[in-house]
C-alpha cells in the first residue's frame, strides 16, 4: 500500500519539525530511515533535508538541544549531531555535478523533487515532512514506495546518468540488492556492465566498505552473483572473479569453482554473522586457478592450493584495504580448510587431532563451521555422509581435548624459562628448544604438564646446544 502519510511518533524529529518551523524552513526526514519505516523497521539514524541552508539549521538545532558535539563538513555543506543514541545529518536541498575524473560535486540550491532525483534509489528518494502543516506528508515523485512492495532496484533517473554522477552507486546497487533481499532493474545491470571501469575513479575505503556490506548480509550471493555478471567483480575483485569457469570435481562441490564459493560463503552465513569467516570461506579456494593441473586416472587436481591460497591473503587484505588484524585468522582458516577431513579414518592418531588443534587454537570451532560449508554436492546420500564424518572428527577432537586439554593451549615452559635453565639469551635457539616441547607434546611423547615439560627440558637442552654451536662455528 503507497502511503500519502506516516505516522513516524519520534520525539525528535518532532522537535527538529517544530524548530524547522520557527526558522521559517521546510524541513524533511529521507532516505534510508523512510526506507526502514515503511519495511517495518525503525531506525535511529536521520538524514534531514531542509529547503534553505542545511548547516545554519543544524546550528539551530543543536543550539536547541544543548549539544556542543555538531561536526560541520564546509567541503560538502553537510553537519552531523550525536543525540543519545542517534546521529542525525544535516544537508540543504541540492543538486550536484561532476567531471569525468573527479568524485568532488559542484553543488548548487535545489528544490526537494530535484534533490530527491539525485538519490541513487527510488527506495532511498522517498521524504517525510517534519513541519506541522503537513506533518507525516509524504514526497514520493520516483514511485520508492511501490518498488518497495515490488522489492525491486530501481534509479530515479537513468541508471547511466545516476552512476556516471557517482559511480559507488554501482556498488550500492549490490549492496542494497543483498541487504533488502530485492531484484535489479535489468537497466541497472546494463548500465553497470557499461560503467564498471568508472569504479576506477572511487577510492578504494569506499569500494571496500561497500563490498564488506555485501558480505555480512544475510545472503551474500544476491550481491555477489551480478558483481561477477556485470564484470564489476574483475575490477573490484579479480581474485574472485577468475574463479569462474574452473572446473573441478562434481564428487564434493558445484563443478564450477565460482559457484562452489558463492554456496559456501551463503552455507557460512547461515552459521555466522562474523564477516571475516564469511571471507575465509571467499578465498578458501582463490588458489585453485594457479594451482589447477589435469591427471589421467583423477581428473582435475589443485594440489596444494590451501598453502597457495593462504599466501594470497596478506597481499588481498593489502589491496583491498581490509583491516590487517584480521590476516592471521583468515589466512589460518584457508590454510587449515581441508586438514579436518583427514582425521576421518578411524587410524589416525590422537597426535594428528592434537596437532590440528593447536595449529587452528581459538578459531577451531569456526574452521568446522567452514569445512561443513564446504560440502555443495547435490547428492543428498553424500552430503549426510561427509557430514557424518565430520562428526566423527568432532567427536575425536572433544575426546583429545578432555585428556590433554589442547583448546587455546600454550606451550607448558616459556622463553623466559628455557633461557633461565639452559643459561643462553634470546635468539633463535631458544624458539627452537621452545618448538622441540611443543612438538613433544603434541606428538605424545611427553604430558601437557610443567613438570613433564620441565624435565623433558634437561634431556635435550645440551643435545640441541652443542648442535647449535655447531652450526655457528660453520658459518663463520
Known amino acids: 500500500m503507497v502511503r500519502k502519510k506516516l505516522d513516524l511518533k519520534d520525539r525528535l524529529l518532532e522537535e527538529i519539525g517544530t524548530l524547522a518551523d520557527r526558522a521559517n524552513l521546510r524541513a524533511y526526514v529521507v532516505g534510508g530511515y523512510v526506507r526502514d519505516f515503511l519495511l517495518g523497521r525503525h531506525g535511529k539514524d536521520f538524514d534531514i533535508v531542509v529547503v534553505g541552508d542545511g548547516v545554519e539549521f543544524a546550528n539551530i538545532v543543536a543550539r536547541a538541544l544543548g549539544s556542543s558535539n555538531l561536526v560541520v563538513y564546509e567541503k560538502f555543506g553537510t553537519a552531523m549531531l550525536h543525540v543519545d543514541d542517534h546521529k542525525i545529518e544535516f544537508v540543504g536541498a541540492r543538486k550536484e555535478s561532476y567531471t569525468k575524473k573527479s568524485r568532488k560535486p559542484h553543488v548548487q540550491q535545489a528544490s526537494l523533487e530535484e534533490d530527491l532525483s539525485r538519490r541513487d534509489f527510488t527506495v532511498n528518494a522517498v521524504a517525510v515532512s517534519l513541519n506541522k502543516e503537513d506533518c507525516g506528508a509524504v514526497v514520493d515523485p520516483y514511485d520508492g514506495q511501490k518498488d518497495l512492495q515490488k522489492e525491486i532496484m530501481r534509479t530515479p533517473l537513468e541508471p547511466e546518468r545516476t552512476f556516471d554522477d557517482d559511480p559507488l552507486r554501482i556498488m550500492r546497487a549490490f549492496r542494497f540488492a543483498s541487504q533488502l533481499g530485492f531484484k535489479i532493474e535489468p537497466a541497472i545491470l546494463k548500465a553497470a556492465t557499461k560503467m564498471a571501469r568508472r569504479l576506477e575513479i572511487v577510492s578504494q575505503e569506499r569500494i571496500s566498505d561497500e563490498f564488506l556490506k555485501i558480505m555480512s548480509s544475510a545472503k551474500p550471493s544476491v550481491g555477489l552473483q551480478p558483481m561477477f555478471a556485470t564484470g564489476v567483480m574483475k575490477i573490484v575483485f579479480p581474485e574472485v572473479f577468475a574463479l569462474a569457469g574452473v572446473d573441478q570435481r562434481k564428487d564434493y562441490h558445484h563443478k564450477d569453482v565460482f559457484l562452489h564459493t558463492l554456496k559456501v560463503v551463503d552455507n557460512v552465513a547461515e552459521k555466522s554473522e562474523n564477516v571475516w569467516l564469511r571471507m575465509a570461506a571467499l578465498l578458501h579456494d582463490i588458489a585453485k586457478p594457479k594451482t589447477k593441473a589435469f591427471q589421467e586416472d583423477v581428473g582435475w587436481t589443485f594440489h596444494g592450493h590451501e598453502e597457495a591460497g593462504g599466501r594470497m591473503v596478506k597481499p588481498i587484505f593489502r589491496r583491498m584495504k581490509f583491516p590487517f588484524e584480521h590476516v592471521p585468522y583468515v589466512e589460518k582458516l584457508v590454510r587449515l580448510h581441508l586438514r579436518p577431513m583427514a582425521l576421518v579414518d578411524d587410524i589416525v592418531t590422537d597426535s594428528a587431532v592434537r596437532r590440528l588443534m593447536f595449529e587452528a587454537g581459538e578459531a577451531i ?14 547428492n ?10 565430520y562428526e566423527l572428527v568432532v567427536t575425536k577432537m572433544e575426546e583429545v581435548e578432555a585428556k590433554d586439554h589442547i583448546r587455546n593451549w600454550q606451550p607448558p615452559v616459556r ?11 634470546p635468539g633463535r635457539l631458544v624458539g627452537q628448544i621452545k618448538r622441540r616441547i611443543t612438538d613433544a607434546v603434541l606428538d605424545g611423547i611427553i604430558p601437557n604438564e610443567h613438570e613433564a615439560a620441565l624435565k623433558y627440558l634437561m634431556e635435550i637442552k645440551d643435545e640441541m646446544m652443542k648442535n647449535a654451536e655447531k652450526v655457528a662455528q660453520s658459518n663463520v
Open 365 to 378: 570451532d569456526h574452521l568446522m563451521i567452514l569445512c561443513r560449508a564446504d560440502i555443495t554436492s547435490k
Open 415 to 425: 622463553g623466559e624459562e628455557i633461557m633461565k635453565v639452559c643459561g643462553i639469551v
Open 380 to 389: 543428498p546420500k553424500l552430503v549426510e555422509q561427509v557430514r557424518k564424518n
